[in-house]
């Protein structure tokens, strides 16, 4: 079992940085997989980032690449996400989770979720 808690999220102006955190509690975090999706307001979520257990592979949208980048703490049990130049668009809530499997985009391969954390980017 493991749980999640993401914080750091907040009101940003557009071009802004923010860095999220997402804390794990529970056995073995390095052994999962961690991704990173947001649910923007009367959309479906959607994939941000991944990370694989030692950190040595990361995926992303195509959509945030170069601007975002996922990172773990293993010793700290924590994964983040620091998005930087952020836009209106990408306001969601943004919310990590964790896999025993290969990091991946798809949703039902992660078997647990935290509760989400609020971003919003004004214009």
């Known amino acids: 079992q493991v749980q999640l808690v993401e914080s750091g999220g907040g009101l940003v102006q557009a071009g802004g940085s923010l860095r999220l955190s997402c804390a794990a509690s529970?056995?073995?975090?390095?052994?999962?997989?961690m991704g990173w999706f947001r649910q923007a307001p009367g959309k479906e979520r959607e994939f941000v980032a991944a990370i694989s257990w030692g950190g040595g592979h990361r995926d992303y949208d195509v959509s945030v690449k170069g601007r975002f980048t996922c990172s773990r703490d293993n010793a700290k049990n924590t994964v983040y996400l620091q998005m930087n130049s952020l836009k209106p668009e990408e306001t969601a809530v943004y919310y990590c989770?964790?896999?025993?499997?290969?990091?991946?985009?798809?949703?039902?391969?992660?078997?647990?979720w935290g509760q989400g954390t609020q971003v919003t980017v004004s214009s």
């Open positions: 529970g056995r073995a975090f390095s052994s999962y997989s």
């Open positions: 989770a964790a896999t025993r499997g290969l990091p991946t985009a798809s949703e039902g391969a992660y078997d647990y």
